[in-house]
């Protein structure tokens, strides 16, 4: 069986690593916010909280569209023109 993977399974994938990353990021973002809030304002305002649930929420959803809108050309090697073969046009 060849290494290669099924058009619906890679979409599949791409879907559980943006999900497994919008929850990582969201959650980091608001221990972040969290920890801002109880350290400067000692707890007394939740919109650090907030702004980083949003920042890491943002982040996971760049992160997604990058990964949706790649593309497998990006791995490939540009051709070159053969030498030969205009060398052989002006003879």
Do not use: Y
Request: some cysteine; aromatic content about 8%; proline content about 4%.
């Amino acid at each position: 069986m060849s290494g290669r993977v099924a058009s619906e399974d890679e979409l599949g994938q791409k879907w559980d690593r943006c999900l497994a990353d919008a929850i990582v990021k969201t959650g980091a973002g608001f221990g972040v916010g969290l920890l801002c809030s109880l350290v400067l304002f000692r707890g007394r305002s939740s919109w650090p909280a907030a702004l980083g649930t949003g920042f890491g929420l943002g982040f996971a959803v760049s992160n997604c569209r990058h990964d949706f809108q790649r593309t497998p050309s990006v791995f490939l090697r540009p051709v070159k023109p053969n030498q030969q073969d205009e060398s052989s046009d002006r003879s």
